[in-house]
């Protein structure tokens, strides 16, 4: 089922964290993806990822199943081509300004740069940030980066509430800078105003001089709902059930080759 423009390639956008990989502590790629994105390369389509994940925390693994290009942390930076060609600078007065409102609030947060996590020991290590440095994590990262280091800096971040947080604030404050993306279960994902993920498809779209109508969202949960609201053909994983009423398309679960029937449905494989 083709829907874009067939004298041209299609681009296809896919998030990673429950899209290629299993969003658990084992991380597979099934076998059925690798094979899926390696066909539809061959075929002259291009393949990007599109992450909230900044770019140095997108594993090896992940980049070894060949991709054209990076649009990482929500649209604050993009690689194509081998080269960066986009980065939304943040001022680090401004970072810290940010990092005392966190503390005022009683948030706890993970600041993520392109080239690293920042941490804040004033702030509580609850449960749920223990669960994101073992799933999201790669043990060969260094995460002994801190607030109070010289060089803190980050492109945007994530946060945890609780019982102790003053919620009001926290949306009145950093809402005047960043969108703040609910995931769930007191889960917050903060991006700077003006970025996302359809920033970035619509930036490498652009670039690339490819009509939108050629251009294929994967993904599985609601920070991927800018990029489906930038495409045409817009695809939910299997069992993203909170995704469903966004999508043109549901495929099957992750495991059960989600990837590969949803390029076959499209016609890109």
């Given amino acids: 089922m083709s829907l874009g423009n067939n004298d041209m390639p299609s681009v296809i956008f896919f998030d990673i964290d429950g899209t290629l990989v299993t969003e658990d502590q084992w991380g597979i790629i099934p076998e059925s993806t690798a094979k899926a994105i390696a066909e539809t390369r061959i075929r002259g389509n291009l393949t990007f990822i599109n992450t909230g994940r900044t770019a140095f925390n997108v594993s090896s693994m992940v980049r070894d199943l060949g991709f054209d290009g990076y649009i990482c942390g929500c649209g604050t930076y993009i690689e194509y081509g081998g080269q960066t060609v986009f ?84 949306h009145r404050e950093v809402g005047r800078y960043f969108e703040i993306i609910d995931r769930g279960g007191g889960f917050f994902e903060n991006v700077p105003i003006g970025y996302s993920k359809a ?31 930038a495409v045409p053909n817009s695809i939910a ?15 099957t679960s992750i495991e059960n080759d989600g990837i590969a029937n949803a390029l076959r449905y499209f016609e890109l494989i």
């Fill in 199 to 229: 920033s970035g498809i619509r930036y490498i779209m652009d670039k690339l001089g490819i009509p939108i109508e050629n251009a294929y969202a994967i993904g599985d949960s609601m920070n991927d709902l800018s990029m489906f609201q």
């Fill in 237 to 251: 994983m299997g069992g993203a059930f909170q995704i469903y009423p966004y999508v043109s398309y549901i495929t």
């Fill in 87 to 170: 980065h939304n600078r943040l001022d680090r007065d401004f970072c810290r300004k940010i990092s005392e409102i966190m503390r005022e609030c009683r948030v706890t947060p993970v600041y993520e740069y392109r080239d690293g996590y920042f941490f804040d020991d004033e702030l509580p290590m609850n449960k749920s940030l223990k669960n994101f440095l073992d799933i999201f994590v790669d043990p060969s990262i260094d995460i002994t980066g801190r607030v109070e280091d010289k060089n803190f800096i980050f492109d945007k971040f994530v946060a945890w509430i609780d019982e102790n947080t003053d919620e009001q604030l926290f």
